[in-house]
């Protein structure tokens, strides 16, 4: 069984705006941090923002700073992707992950241990 479910992705116009929300399912586990990874077709996973638990820090790419926020509800192992001006360019399957191990940087995908089977995000031009 998968462990995180992610939800809302689909197409939107450049410009437009989208909603990811990623929740645990299945064997409840305690994390540290979550986050949100993507991955364009022929291209690695890369990281997109996360954010730590226990101080509320937020960590973005730079090519969403801006644009993206990260939000979400630690003992519940839920977080969100608010995703405004979007690009052709952020075209993607969005991931979310959970880190479970306390690492002490969240930009890396070897940083998590649980991981959803992602959601579509398309952007037309």
């Known amino acids: 069984q998968v462990p995180l479910v992610e939800s809302g992705g689909g197409l939107v116009q450049a410009g437009g705006s989208l909603r990811l929300s990623c929740a645990a399912s299945?064997?409840?586990?305690?994390?540290?941090?979550m986050g949100w990874f993507r991955q364009a077709p022929g291209k690695e996973r890369e990281f997109v923002a996360a954010?730590?638990?226990?101080?509320?820090?937020?960590y973005y790419a730079d090519s969403v700073k801006g644009r993206f926020t990260i939000s979400g509800d630690g003992p519940r192992n839920a977080v969100y992707l608010q995703m405004n001006l979007l690009k052709p360019v952020d075209t993607a399957v969005y991931y979310c992950?959970?880190?479970?191990?306390?690492?002490?940087?969240?930009?890396?995908?070897?940083?998590?241990?649980?991981w959803g089977q992602g959601t579509q995000v398309t952007v037309g031009s």
């Open positions: 299945g064997r409840t586990f305690s994390s540290y941090g």
């Open positions: 992950a959970a880190d479970i191990k306390a690492s002490s940087i969240l930009e890396f995908t070897a940083d998590y241990d649980r």
């Open positions: 954010i730590r638990w226990s101080v509320g820090s937020t």
